[in-house]
């Protein structure tokens, strides 16, 4: 058998260049799959960080929405109308259903998030007068994959649909409120507008829970994949929420990697 020494000093050189770069290629993917694992591992404890500030977040919120005034109110506005008391309790239940089952999970589906908004405001109805205009627009295309999929907030409207009801005078017929329901390539949008009451002009929330909190679980959960607008023209308040469920879903993929 030939040994080392006795081979051609190039064939020797090429041997050993051969060799260095392998272990030159072993070294760079180690360094590579150190920095790679680092990588993820900071990024799951980063992602857990953001899920332990939701769950605080989301149970604040669920914590308020059970506020025992809030379903008084409602229970006072069904007596009053006792014509309607059985379809407005059928509402309220669906509602209650909602609020203790399905907003317990960290996301639900759009479909789920417009039909408890939709029972939200047919219980407010009660509350308006009968020449009061409440206009509801759904524009949603339930083909499109992500509609039944749990990538939505839940609860995510409720504080916009409120304020609407709050701010706005429900017994003067030239009031208003509009409420349109929007899914299309994988987007959501509410949009709510009402004519503001005269005898209680709006005035900014400072540190109201609803505002507050809607605003800090959108940054959170969707950092910048949404657009929250809030504005005045003249005695009409507006407020349009747009979402890109899309984007969202592929960062939550990526982030689990």
Do not use: C, W
Not at 125 to 135: A, D, T
Not at 150 to 163: G, K, M, Q, T
Request: hydrophobic share 45%.
């Amino acid at each position: 058998m030939e040994n080392l020494t006795d081979m051609p000093s190039g064939v020797l050189l090429s041997i050993l260049g051969i060799g260095l770069s392998f272990l030159l290629i072993i070294f760079y993917l180690v360094v590579r799959l150190q920095k790679s694992e680092k990588a993820k591992n900071e990024s799951e404890d980063k992602f857990q960080q953001l899920e332990g500030k939701i769950n605080k977040l989301e149970l604040q919120t669920l914590e308020s929405k059970l506020n025992p005034h809030l379903f008084k109110n409602i229970l006072n506005s069904i007596q009053s109308h006792a014509y309607q008391t059985y379809f407005a309790l059928d509402k309220l239940a669906n509602v209650l259903d909602y609020i203790l089952y399905e907003s317990r999970n960290k996301f639900v589906t759009p479909k789920e998030e417009i039909d408890f908004a939709l029972n939200l405001i047919e219980i407010n109805k009660i509350k308006v007068s009968p020449l009061f205009e409440l206009k509801v627009k759904t524009k949603v295309n339930d083909f499109e994959p992500l509609f039944e999929q749990r990538v939505l907030a839940p609860l995510i409207s409720i504080d916009l649909i409120e304020n609407a009801f709050k701010h706005a005078d429900l017994q003067r017929s030239d009031a208003f409120i509009a409420v349109t329901f929007e899914f299309k390539e994988n987007i959501f949008s509410l949009t709510v507008a009402n004519k503001v009451s005269t005898k209680k002009p709006m005035k900014k929330e400072k540190g109201g829970f609803g505002v507050e909190s809607l605003e800090q679980r959108l940054k959170i959960i969707y950092s910048d994949n949404f657009k929250l607008d809030r504005f005045l023209e003249g005695d009409v308040y507006i407020a349009h929420l747009k979402i890109n469920l899309i984007e969202h879903k592929a960062k939550m993929l990526a982030a689990r990697r």
